[in-house]
């Protein structure tokens, strides 16, 4: 017979499992530092809009790093066990390193990641991972310079992207994901391209369905290539078979090669949403909390934070937001939805994709 636990040695009490009004618990939170980027990708940030004179937040109208883990570590103590750092473009925080690892040290959280377009990672890959960054994700729309350059508003750089890609992987931050939006007439002639590239390399490219997030990308549903019609493309050419998926609320349908040369992942926002399954709150730079990637307002919380409110105060705040979500943008879409909707959304470049 096992001897009782000492006070010392009790496990710690369970953390509490926060359900939305749609019984979808809260499990992962994306952290946008900032509002800005190095690239004018015109699906997100067109340089037509967002030019040298463009007004981006203050540093003093943007989260500190302190109030950023005051939010994530409430949000870890409801339920939250995976953390995403997006932007804008995140390496633009020069004190990335030290905020990593404050999130990092936070209980209960399983998986810390981060969301870029790599253009300068390689340089600072291996910091990253030791100060606690599990892995990362790369926004690479595709490996035809001319197309890529276009994608990326004339500001990216291929091989440095491709460079900072390797860093990543030497450094351990694997998982890689690659993400693709795939636009009809843009760029889907060189998706397969890109997939022989990545083919046996350990890293998962992801096609992601083109998507009314903002209001600033002209989205048409003409432009969307379906994901059914990239997995009979892809599957013509490399047979493909489906794997189960990772974890609860993931999104991404996955599939892997018969001919073992790793796995791809379909993320179908638009043709077949996932609301009902999605656990995801997002905190913008400015410091609003959103319930949903489409959503047309959110919560302050940068104003409670600086009045004082202390962790019970976030908690009942945090809470109520959650308990009251009832957000299914992507299930109700409609053409006629979509075009009125895109009049009031926040914008992707605020709260990462």
């Known amino acids: 017979m096992s001897s009782p636990l000492s006070p010392d040695e009790s496990p710690a009490p369970a953390r509490e499992t926060l359900k939305d009004a749609l019984k979808r618990p809260l499990h992962d939170l994306?952290?946008?530092?900032?509002?800005?980027?190095?690239?004018?990708?015109?699906?997100?940030?067109?340089?037509?809009?967002?030019?040298?004179?463009?007004?981006?937040?203050?540093?003093?109208?943007r989260l500190t790093h302190g109030e950023i883990l005051k939010v994530a570590s409430v949000a870890t103590s409801l339920g939250v066990s995976k953390l995403r750092i997006t932007g804008g473009e995140p390496l633009l925080d020069k004190k990335l390193p030290d905020l990593v690892a404050g999130l990092a040290a936070l209980p209960g959280v399983d998986d810390l990641a981060m969301t870029t377009n790599a253009m300068l990672l390689a340089p600072i890959a291996e910091t990253l991972?030791?100060?606690?960054?599990?892995?990362?994700?790369?926004?690479l729309d595709s490996l035809d310079p001319d197309v890529f350059k276009t994608?990326?508003?004339?500001?990216?750089?291929?091989?440095?992207?491709?460079?900072?890609?390797a860093a990543a992987e030497a450094a351990g931050l694997s998982p890689i994901k690659i993400n693709v939006v795939v636009q009809r007439g843009v760029n889907d002639h060189t998706v397969l391209d890109l997939l022989e590239h990545f083919r046996g390399s350990g890293h998962i490219v992801r096609l992601i369905e083109f998507m009314d997030v903002g209001n600033r990308n002209g989205w048409q549903m003409q432009q969307v290539v379906p994901s059914r019609e990239l997995l009979k493309m892809v599957g013509a050419r490399w047979p493909l078979r489906p794997v189960g998926r990772n974890y609860p609320g993931e999104v991404a349908r996955r599939y892997e090669y018969v001919d073992g040369a790793g796995e791809i992942g379909?993320?179908?926002?638009?043709?077949?949403?996932?609301?009902?399954?999605?656990?995801r709150a997002r905190l913008s730079a400015d410091g609003t909390l959103y319930t949903c990637l489409f959503a047309t307002h959110g919560t302050d919380l940068r104003e409670p934070l600086r009045n004082g409110a202390d962790d019970e105060e976030l908690t009942d705040?945090?809470?109520?937001?959650?308990?009251?979500?009832?957000?299914?943008?992507?299930?109700?879409?409609?053409?006629?939805?979509?075009?009125?909707?895109?009049?009031?959304?926040?914008?992707?470049?605020?709260?990462?994709g």
């Open 266 to 279: 379909f993320i179908s926002s638009v043709t077949e949403p996932f609301c009902g399954s999605c656990s």
């Open 317 to 352: 705040i945090l809470s109520q937001i959650w308990l009251q979500r009832a957000d299914r943008y992507s299930e109700l879409r409609k053409p006629e939805v979509a075009a009125h909707h895109s009049l009031s959304k926040v914008e992707m470049y605020r709260i990462g």
């Open 151 to 165: 994608m990326s508003g004339g500001r990216g750089d291929l091989a440095t992207v491709l460079d900072g890609i």
């Open 30 to 61: 994306r952290i946008s530092l900032l509002d800005r980027c190095n690239f004018r990708c015109p699906y997100c940030m067109p340089e037509s809009e967002f030019h040298a004179d463009y007004e981006f937040l203050t540093r003093a109208n």
């Open 129 to 139: 991972q030791q100060a606690g960054l599990h892995r990362v994700t790369i926004s």
